[in-house]
């Protein structure tokens, strides 16, 4: 009689397994189901840039031969200000997606670090588990109550998959079992202890007691299962700031020698609120600098001495001659439809404004401070009544 091979039905079963899977995975990527090969994890995708109108340009620069000099220079800055726009979405993206990995890899860090400081007693307490399961003494309870008891019971280690992040699919596919953790209660075993699912990475996340992977979850059954409250975001008071602001302000813009005079004076303070690395670059000689995201009524005490301090501010529209460090924020009209006249007559019409200093002062009323005026005039930045100050100054 010919003895029974345990392990010839393993090989076969897992051969078996394989090539189910293998065909499955191809079916998903045919379907356009599953992303091949997945770059990223879909948090730290890279975001939709807006890009300046293609039509608009070309349009501008049809015109542009056969345009005055006026024209041209107007032509000129059209085109300037939308690719300057393009960039700084391009850019401002880029930084999101930095801090992002920046805030992932200080998360896996700590929790390395957490791990590497208790290894010994993970392991040790891990094997005395299985002692016991062997002599029929113990159970093992899946999850972070695996873990030592000196470990707070709040703290999850972050999983370490194996072959690079998994994306996110609507549902679990159903054609791959045990590789793709089931919804619901784990399968148990006949004496009712939970059996892990058996796959890519399953091995060290239940021998070493670390986080099991989840199951799937597409992200608006992920969104739906929350119930946050509405954000700390009203239209309504906007609106009313506004409209209180807009008298407030009117009598509080200052031409160059009024701003100038008045900087001179005392408890008199010149805010610079554009971005770190265009204060850094130039600025007005002086001027103390808080950018705009930044504004908090504690960031604000920090700069601002007290709420009677006389507040001038200034912004990139109130410079000419220098795109580079001063680009004027504004928004040229777009076309609503593909025909030609309505191209140009867009690219001929009056952009819109959004400079700076209309939200710093709005913000800044509406922290308390009252004391504001602003710089009125497009000042050219050669200017000899006005000196500058910062890193491309004198280059």
């Keep these: ?32 189901t599953l992303p091949l090969p997945p770059i990223s994890h879909p948090s730290l995708a890279p975001p939709s840039y807006v890009r300046h109108d293609s039509m608009v340009i070309e349009a501008l620069l049809g015109e542009y031969a056969n345009s005055q000099d006026d024209r041209k220079k107007q032509i000129i800055e059209q085109i300037t200000n939308l690719v300057q726009q393009e ?33 010994e007693k993970i392991v040790s307490d891990r094997v005395a588990s299985m002692i016991q399961r062997a002599e029929g003494t113990g159970w093992e309870p899946l999850g972070p109550s695996m873990m030592p008891s000196t470990i707070p019971p709040n703290w999850t280690p972050v999983p370490v998959a194996p072959y690079g992040p998994l994306p996110l699919y609507p549902s679990a596919p159903s054609a791959l079992p045990g590789l793709i953790p089931p919804a619901g209660p784990l399968p148990t075993t006949s004496s009712g202890i939970p059996t892990p699912p058996i796959g890519p990475g399953h091995g060290s996340e239940v021998l070493f007691g670390f986080s099991q992977p989840q199951p799937y979850v597409s992200a608006i059954e992920a969104n739906s299962a929350a119930n946050y409250p509405k954000a700390r975001v009203s239209y309504e008071d906007f609106k009313e700031l506004v409209a209180e602001v807009e008298s407030h302000r009117r009598e509080r813009i200052l031409s160059l020698d009024q701003f100038l005079a008045m900087s001179k004076q005392p408890n008199v303070l010149i805010l610079d609120t554009r971005s770190d690395f265009r204060y850094e670059r130039i600025h007005i000689q002086g001027a103390k ?62 952009p819109v404004q959004l400079a700076l200093n209309v939200p710093t002062y709005i913000n800044l009323y509406g922290y308390g401070y009252r004391n504001v005026y602003e710089l009125g005039e497009l000042v050219k930045v050669t200017d000899p009544r006005i000196q500058f100050e910062g890193s491309m100054v004198g280059k």
């Design 87 to 119: 960039f700084n979405q391009r850019h401002s993206a880029q930084e999101q997606e930095l801090k992002a990995l920046e805030l992932q890899l200080a998360a896996k860090k700590k929790a390395f670090d957490k791990r590497e400081a208790i290894k």
């Design 1 to 32: 009689m010919r003895p029974s091979r345990p392990w010839y039905r393993i090989v076969v079963a897992f051969i078996s397994l394989s090539i189910a899977s293998s065909t499955h995975h191809s079916r998903l990527c045919a379907q356009g």
């Design 289 to 350: 600098h808080l950018s705009f995201t930044d504004f908090t009524q504690t960031n604000l005490a920090n700069v601002i001495p007290s709420p009677e301090t006389t507040v001038l501010i200034y912004c990139n529209n109130n410079f000419d001659g220098n795109q580079v460090d001063f680009a004027s924020k504004s928004a040229p009209p777009r076309p609503r439809g593909n025909r030609a006249l309505e191209t140009q007559v867009a690219a001929q019409s009056k």
